[in-house]
């Protein structure tokens, strides 16, 4: 299911305190923020200079980061990352780069994509989705 897949975040707030139930909003101040994709639209190419797409966001606290490429009927098209960021300074910009291929190496079809990104470190973890359009 798409909701399962893409992490989506629940609204029930079981307890009345003004903040949805999740295990993944933010607790132990571990958050994504700042979310960005640029350029966006973008239109990989195979030849030349290549465009690419670049997934910038904030982390309140080192953490695995992990980010995966899904299309709209929900299948991972890429797993992108699976790592650990480590950093001194909080909160930190941190960076990667979509080539718009698949896990195959291939060139994706044109349309519109959900990066799906998480951080889970001991005191918690977040996840937040961006939509990323491919364009020829």
Partial sequence: DAAERFGSKPTL??????VPD???????NLSISRVNVTPNPF?????????????????SLPSNVSIRIFDLRGRE?????????????SP????YVWDG???????????IYLANI?????SGG????VAIAVVK
């Fill in 13 to 18: 707030d079981t307890n009345s305190d003004g």
């Fill in 22 to 28: 999740n295990s993944f909003a933010g607790i132990g």
């Fill in 43 to 59: 239109a990989p190419v195979t030849t030349g200079s290549a465009k690419s797409a670049a997934i910038s966001f904030y982390l």
């Fill in 77 to 89: 098209v890429r797993n992108l990352i699976n790592e650990t960021v480590s950093f001194s300074a």
């Fill in 92 to 95: 930190t910009r941190v960076e």
């Fill in 101 to 111: 291929k698949d896990d195959k190496g291939e060139l994706v079809h044109m349309g």
């Fill in 118 to 122: 998480r951080a889970e470190s001991a």
């Fill in 126 to 129: 977040d996840r937040e989705n």
